[in-house]
């Protein structure tokens, strides 16, 4: 099983910068693409931004040129660099990974507990 542990949140003012981190730990085979996504009060959970493992990120427009995505394939990690943070940005936001436990599975879905981005100021 993959188990995803997400670090980095907290509150930050208007125009700040953090970082989110999750790492994977658990027996599994491959890690396919990682990503994150965020739910925010009284909003639909959003997809915001994934990447494979060959490098190739993808992002929500609400996001793209303030977000960044990468990842360690060697440590299993996934980072968010979130600048020009925005109070909108506020939200839980959830590591998730499509991965295979071993190699003749299918690939399924897991997800983090969350970590709070709170923008304000």
């Known amino acids: 099983q993959v188990q995803l542990v997400e670090s980095g949140g907290g509150l930050v003012q208007p125009g700040g910068s953090l970082r989110l981190s999750c790492a994977a730990s658990?027996?599994?085979?491959?890690?396919?693409?990682m990503g994150w996504s965020r739910q925010g009060p009284g909003v639909q959970r959003e997809l915001v931004a994934t990447?494979?493992?060959?490098?190739?990120?993808d992002y929500a427009d609400s996001v793209k040129g303030r977000f960044t995505i990468s990842r360690d394939n060697d440590a299993n990690i996934v980072h968010l660099q979130m600048n020009s943070l925005k109070p909108e940005d506020t939200a839980v936001y959830y590591c998730?990974?499509?991965?295979?436990?071993?190699?003749?599975?299918?690939?399924?879905?897991?997800w983090g507990q969350g970590t709070q981005v709170t923008v304000s100021s």
């Open positions: 658990g027996s599994f085979f491959s890690l396919i693409t």
């Open positions: 990447i494979t493992s060959a490098g190739t990120a």
């Open positions: 998730g990974a499509e991965a295979k436990v071993k190699s003749s599975d299918r690939a399924s879905d897991y």
